[in-house]
């Protein structure tokens, strides 16, 4: 991940080798009412498996990839992965996990993370423009949502953005999240209904050129 000064994210704690676990950890948490994992999980979130699918994915981020707290205690994760980066494959996670994340996971919770992938992937092919970057993960840990603990990262990202003159995509399976980045300029794309259950993914994306609005979400 990437060490380099930028203005952008001097107010943001940026994560260090030895801060993989604790990033997963709030991942794992932040996203534990999350549809997606839940239906993984067969309809039981399964925590210990979330922080390991979040450490290995971690661990494969592109070395530009801005991956950043709100503080050393970590209550609040965004990375994102600049334009042109390569991003892995499940086959790349599945290497990097190796036999512990095969068998911790069993051949069915494997099998729903590849159709979910190739959903994101299909998604991503229809609704993001090839210099987009995006915006992998940005969650906060449940006992501290509600307290604006993720809006200094959210606005130092379009901040950096809007330096750069980047635009930014993301995908959402939660509707309730729509209204909240429509708040930071992202614009609805589209949308598809997923194969693995009730669920429905949703594209966004950011134009480069846009300016940061005003607008003041609870995150």
Known sequence: MSNNPNPSFAECYIMQHGDVKRFANTLADGFSQYGMFRHVCYGAYHYDLMRLFWEVSIALLPDNAICIADSKDVNSVLIYIPPKSKEPSLLD?????GVKMFFKFGIRRITRLTR???EIEQ????????NDGY???FATRLDKQGQHYGKPLITALLNHLDASGESCYLETLEAKNIALYQHFSFQPAGQMESQMGDLTLFAMRRPSGTITGEGKPTL
Request: aromatic letters at 16%; proline letters at 0%.
């Open 135 to 137: 915006l992998m993960a």
């Open 123 to 130: 998604v991503a092919k229809r609704y993001r423009a090839a």
């Open 93 to 97: 996670y599945m290497k990097a996990g």
């Open 116 to 118: 979910f992938n190739i």
